[in-house]
């Protein structure tokens, strides 16, 4: 199995633009969570979705950020406007209900 | 609101010098404290799962126990391949399948 898989691995934009991390979960994996990592708030959860369907978005911090799971292979988070303060990594986790999450490598966003 | 928090911040160990770290938390009826390793770059791997209190689990240098309000990760003799980031999470009601709640994680590193 190839684990799950982000891209891009790194992304750097300005202010304002529009910015959009993917996601692939393990197959046969029922759940995908979105969580952010900084050095401040250590690692947050975003929102996760339960068979495709959003279950819990309270952590998602503001109108700018929005998550979408159109199938059980792929899920993306976009910012729109980015701002200098979402930079982080920005992980996807996937797992069976009740078991642990395996997480990927992650998206580094730098906004400048 | 519930609470998981890790101590210490950091930690500097020789080659072989066993120690413990701490994750203590705060929540109601837990269904799970999981241990992960994080390594830069990298998103945090899984290394154990305790379900109640008294249960231990190991693996290779690593143990994992766990009481009524806080967890230790013991490390017997450290190598420098240890070095990394541990992060505990629980996962508890009300929150909805397995949503897990993060620590701020403890740094080892162990020099040679």
């Known amino acids: 199995d190839a684990g799950v898989i982000q891209s891009p691995r790194h992304e750097v934009t300005e202010m304002g633009q529009e910015v959009t991390l993917r996601c692939k979960p393990i197959s046969g994996h029922n759940s995908l969570f979105w969580y952010r990592q900084t050095m401040m708030r250590g690692l947050e959860l975003l929102i996760y979705f339960n068979n495709n369907v959003p279950i819990d978005d309270s952590g998602m911090p503001e109108d700018r950020f929005s998550a979408k799971m159109p199938n059980a292979s792929f899920s993306t988070l976009k910012i729109q406007p980015s701002e200098p303060r979402d930079s982080a990594v920005y992980f996807c986790a996937s797992g069976e209900l009740y078991s642990p999450l395996h997480f990927g490598n992650g998206t580094r966003l730098t906004v400048t | ?112």
């Open chain 2, 1 to 112: 609101e519930d609470q998981v928090t890790q101590s210490p911040e950091a930690l500097r160990l020789q080659e072989g010098e066993s120690s413990s770290l701490n994750c203590s938390y705060t929540v109601s009826g837990l269904r799970g404290l999981f241990w992960y390793r994080q390594d830069p770059g990298k998103g945090p791997e899984f290394l154990f799962t305790l379900y109640s209190a008294g249960e231990e689990k190991e693996k290779e240098r690593l143990k994992a126990t766990l009481t009524k309000k806080e967890s230790f990760l013991h490390i017997t003799a450290p190598k420098p391949e240890d070095s990394a980031t541990y992060l505990c999470a629980v996962q508890a009601p009300p929150l909805y399948g397995n949503k897990l709640v993060f620590g701020a994680g403890t740094i080892l590193r162990v020099k040679s």
